[in-house]
């Protein structure tokens, strides 16, 4: 009888010592035939076996990787994932209050005087689309300096509009909100 079982089990060896010394390693049947020195035939056949007992994993590329390495980097990409759409939310839920506060500064400091938002306010002042026109520099030089900007825009509006001293917040918050004006 032609047994097989000895050097295929010696070769096994090889192959899975070098998956296991080198954890990264991530590599084609004809990749591993050339380094364990065996045929391409006969490498599918070891690494065949070696997926069927669960050591090695198939890649949809067609190459093999240890298990362990395939779970951690898929274990690690959905956790920066998850970080990742985490962030983003907190972020937007952070421009979110920050916008809506800007919104309540509006109303406080009665800028609809002279300005007008949608079809609320004063029509000679239309804000709707300032978020697209003006950059965040400009909206915070209107807000702190407006007396400079009408000097230096040449604003012919009467009554002009005047500084406003407003706590850092609640200017923050005033600057995003206008800022979140856009053409729709
Ligand atoms: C007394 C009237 C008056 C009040 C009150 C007023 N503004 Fe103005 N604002 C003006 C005038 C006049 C201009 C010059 C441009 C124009 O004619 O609309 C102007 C310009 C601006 C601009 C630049 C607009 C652009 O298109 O470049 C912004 C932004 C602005 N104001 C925001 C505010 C905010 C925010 C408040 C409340 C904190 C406010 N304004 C209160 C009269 C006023």
Known sequence: MITFA????????????????????HASADAVARLVDVSPR???VILDSLVHEDFLERTVDG?????????????RSIA??????GCVAARAAGQDAKTTRGAQVYVEQKCALCHSI??????????????????????RAWIVDAKG???????????????Y????????????????LKKK
């Open 6 to 25: 000895e050097p295929i089990d010696a070769d096994v060896l090889r192959v899975r010592n070098e998956f296991l010394t080198r954890k990264d390693l």
């Open 42 to 44: 006969h490498a599918m």
């Open 63 to 75: 190459q093999y990787v240890h298990r362990h390495l395939k779970e951690a980097v898929v274990t």
């Open 80 to 85: 920066c994932a998850l970080i990742l759409v």
């Open 118 to 139: 949608g079809d609320k306010g004063n029509k000679k002042g239309p804000l709707d689309e300032v978020g697209s026109t003006r950059s965040l520099e400009e909206l």
């Open 149 to 163: 900007m009408t000097v230096k825009t040449k604003a012919p509006r009467k009554p002009e509009m005047k500084n």
């Open 165 to 180: 001293t407003l706590p850092k917040e609640d200017l923050d918050a005033l600057v995003a909100y206008m800022a979140s």
